[in-house]
């Protein structure tokens, strides 16, 4: 009788998602176009996406020609290694994955976090089993206030929820507030946020010796990624390694 009745729940819950689909046409991710079918994005959508799944340098994310697995390295981090041990990207921020990355960021769109959180999960399956704390890149609280969310937590929060890591909202904060970093040249990015992150004193203790996955939805300099990773190691982090849901790979990639 009770797995009778739980086939039921299940078959009216089917019944139901389809059709609010077809009330409510499911929206594209990619394209915001309402589509007929499954899922977020429908396969001409999808067929468009770069995925870098992982590979590429191991300490940037930046795609190579060629993988040499744990040993890929760019020249720029061969000559200049970032501050963290390990960085990796689930997508190309490019003409295909933007207006999903922006409605993220700027409009709060919250439906496609469970796939992106797949995605994220993927790319980084070599270095997830040894994080212990998921943190995300923290907004200033005047910038939060206004805008009402924080995208990178969001990203945090469904990569926790999907892979069972524990994640802290709050163990950064950022203490002064910084202008956007769009428009910026690399050197200019990097003053703007020199200095401008801590490990909030109530969260140390959950920082000190701990192997720390820092996420944000995209990584176009580094820079605030360096100054976060710099914030936690002063925090005496074991370790810190990078994941975003986007990686800028050409110079004309920074509209964010």
Not at 102 to 131: E, F, T
Request: net charge positive; glycine share 8%; hydrophobic share 45%.
């Amino acid at each position: 009788m009770g797995l009778d009745m739980d086939r039921l729940s299940r078959s009216a819950k089917a019944g139901l998602r389809s059709l609010g689909d077809f009330i409510w046409p499911p929206r594209s991710l990619l394209t915001g176009q309402s589509h007929v079918g499954p899922g977020l994005i429908p396969p001409e959508d999808f067929a468009k996406l770069s995925f870098l799944n992982g590979s590429g340098c191991r300490l940037c994310a930046m795609p190579a020609e060629s993988d040499l697995g744990d040993a890929t390295l760019c020249g720029a981090c061969a000559a200049k290694p970032p501050p963290w041990q390990a960085a990796r990207a689930a997508l190309e921020y490019d003409d295909a994955s933007r207006k999903a990355v922006l409605d993220l960021k700027r409009a709060g769109r919250r439906d496609g976090l469970p796939v992106y959180a797949a995605w994220m999960a993927l790319s980084a399956a070599d270095i997830l089993p040894a994080a212990d704390l998921i943190v995300p890149v923290p907004l200033h609280y005047r910038r939060l206030a206004s805008r009402g969310f924080n995208q990178s937590g969001w990203l945090a929060a469904a990569l926790s929820q999907r892979t069972g890591k524990p994640f802290a909202a709050d163990a950064l904060v950022r203490r002064r507030p910084t202008p956007t970093q769009g428009g910026l040249t690399a050197r200019e990015r990097r003053r703007n946020v020199r200095g401008a992150f801590a490990v909030r004193p109530s969260r140390a203790d959950r920082i000190e010796g701990a192997h720390v996955l820092l996420v944000d939805d995209v990584y176009t300099t580094g820079a605030t990624l360096s100054a976060c990773t710099r914030a936690l190691k002063k925090g005496k982090a074991a370790s810190v390694s990078v994941l975003v849901l986007a990686r800028v790979v050409r110079p004309t990639d920074v509209t964010i």
